[in-house]
Nanobody
Framework: QVQLVESGGGSVQPGGSLRLSCVAS?????????MGWFRQAPGKQRQGVAS???????RYAESVKGRFTISQDNAKNTLYLQMNSLKTEDTAMYYC??????????????????????WGQGTQVTVSS
């Protein structure tokens, strides 16, 4: 049973930083093609924030480029999202996701939620003065 558990969310002022973590259990980092971070604000669709491929390649949404960094520690089966220079518009529930190697669903892009088949429960990030 694959399980993804996020942590690290919280409240921060604009310009502040947070680091999100996602611990994966039930499989190893070699069992996926992509892992990613997504976010969903109230009343809005879930959107891709950043993703990392099994080859270490990364991709970011334009709105977070230069501010967010995705990384992973394979020894700990942990995915990270370092978020700097946070803005009020970054406020959302943040989700960790993985696309398993055996998943046969369509790969639209590594920032499209429908490309992923495993999801965590989310961690709330609130940026407010």
């Amino acid at each position: 049973q694959v399980q993804l558990v996020e942590s690290g969310g919280g409240s921060v002022q604009p310009g502040g930083s947070l680091r999100l973590s996602c611990v994966a259990s039930g499989y190893t980092s070699s069992s996926y093609y992509y892992m990613g971070w997504f976010r969903q604000a109230p009343g809005k669709q879930r959107q891709g924030v950043a993703s990392i491929g099994s080859d270490g390649s990364t991709r970011y949404a334009e709105s977070v480029k230069g501010r967010f960094t995705i990384s992973q520690d394979n020894a700990k089966n942990t995915l990270y999202l370092q978020m700097n220079s946070l803005k009020t518009e970054d406020t959302a529930m943040y989700y960790c996701a993985a696309r398993g190697r055996r998943y046969s669903g369509t790969l639209y892009s590594s920032l499209t939620p429908a490309s992923f088949n495993y999801w965590g429960q989310g961690t709330q990030v609130t940026v407010s003065s």
